[in-house]
């Protein structure tokens, strides 16, 4: 099978590529820094089965919305994939009053509209194949509606991907595909 990890290059992203090459999954792994993720290919090689394969993906997240380019890249691997996780979702840690307009429009965008954006694509092909397993990485406490002093808008949309992976998990468990967040 198949692992498309989205961040997978740093952090715990690089980690959960790490987890999934050790137990025998192919990768096909996006990241900013082509150098991290030719550290992670390197670790990648040193234990890998014989039949395993890594892909790279170098592409940058800004502040404005992913290229039809890099977005038709990152579709042609989610077709050949039967596990999404997506690790990636920018963090701001700052009171309401003091965000810009342009802030909210990228915090909405890289930690809502964009996984649900990939997610909705991959859904088809995991319905197709009657099988999917799709992981998100979420904020602390973005389970339920809570109010965020500090981090309100990053919250609020991480709150809201908590509200789709519920969706997705109740609505498309009939075709054996799963939808997890870890907050």
């Not at 991290?36 to 940058?60: A, G």
């Not at 691997?77 to 802030?103: A, D, M, R, W």
């Not at 995991?126 to 992981?135: L, P, V």
């Amino acid at each position: 099978k198949t692992v498309f990890i989205i961040g997978g290059s740093g952090g715990i992203g690089k980690e959960v590529s790490l987890k999934y090459g050790q137990e025998g999954y192919n990768l096909v792994v996006q990241g900013s820094s082509l150098e991290k993720l030719q550290e992670l290919k390197n670790q990648f090689e040193k234990t890998k089965k014989p039949q395993q394969t890594i892909e790279l993906l170098p592409i940058s997240f800004g502040k404005e919305k992913i290229s039809k380019k890099d977005m038709d890249q990152l579709k042609k691997y989610l077709e050949q994939s039967e596990i999404l996780v997506i690790c990636f979702g920018p963090f701001l840690q700052k009171e309401i009053h003091n965000t810009t307009e342009e802030e909210w429009e990228s915090l909405v965008y890289w930690n809502y509209t964009f996984p649900g954006e990939l997610i909705s694509f991959a859904l088809n092909f995991m319905m197709k194949n009657q099988y999917g397993r799709i992981i998100v990485f979420g904020g602390t406490r973005t389970h339920s509606v809570n109010g965020f002093r500090t981090n309100a808008v990053y919250a609020g949309a991480k709150t809201a991907l908590c509200s789709l992976v519920k969706s997705v998990a109740s609505e498309y468990g009939k075709y054996n595909i799963t939808c997890n967040g870890i907050l």
